[in-house]
């Protein structure tokens, strides 16, 4: 998934994955993915087409990356708020936040990959599941936790309120603009603030 060989740096400028990735991001963003060709992404990175096969082997890839970059991040927060000794409804809290805030900051990767997923090959397809559903089971672990804790309530089927949480969050880049009325942290606090009003018993 994504770069494993050693990086090579332009003096002053970003490291060539880096850069192919910028590019595509914005060309898929922009033209979308189907409509986005290998040379309009060498060109706009200022790289070769043996560039972007020595890096990624396929536009495939970059398409993956571009998500998978913002969903690693995403987990590693995860993985430390749910292991950290707070209480589970501030760790589920600030899981709720986290998850809000690094999708906003990240747009343009959740747009586009919610609208092309569907246009990656088969094995990367069941990669991306696989690590999204491991991201959903340690957020529902947390909901689970605090149910058999009497600190949530159960009347809800976990799935349901896990789905209805992240539903929320795969729309905000129809809406969210940054010049808005509201800051990318004070939509994070609203919307786990309704995500714990939900599970209040």
């Not at 586009?112 to 696989?130: C, D, N, T, W």
């Not at 089971?137 to 947390?142: D, I, K, S, V």
């Not at 209805?164 to 729309?171: E, K, M, P, Q, V």
């Amino acid at each position: 998934m994504g770069p494993t060989r050693r990086t090579k740096t332009c003096p002053g400028d970003r490291p060539v994955p880096q850069r192919l990735l910028a590019a595509a991001t914005r060309l898929f963003a922009d033209r979308g993915y189907d409509r986005t060709s290998v040379q309009e992404i060498v060109e706009a990175a200022g790289v070769t087409k043996g560039a972007l096969y020595h890096y990624f082997g396929s536009k495939d890839d970059l398409l993956h990356e571009i998500y998978a970059r913002v969903l690693r991040v995403q987990q590693e927060r995860l993985d430390a708020v749910a292991a950290s000794d707070a209480p589970v409804e501030e760790r589920l809290r600030a899981a709720a936040v986290d998850v809000a805030v690094t999708t906003i900051e990240n747009l343009d990767d959740t747009k586009i990959f919610f609208r092309s997923m569907h246009q990656l090959g088969p094995e990367k397809y069941r990669q991306v599941r696989a690590e999204r559903r491991r991201y959903h089971e340690r957020f529902r672990a947390l909901i689970e936790e605090g149910q058999r804790a009497g600190v949530f309530s159960g009347g809800t089927p976990t799935d349901l309120v896990v789905d209805y949480h992240f539903g929320s969050l795969h729309h905000l880049s129809s809406w969210y603009r940054p010049d808005g009325p509201l800051t990318s942290r004070q939509v994070a606090e609203h919307l786990a603030d309704l995500l714990l009003r939900a599970l209040r018993p």
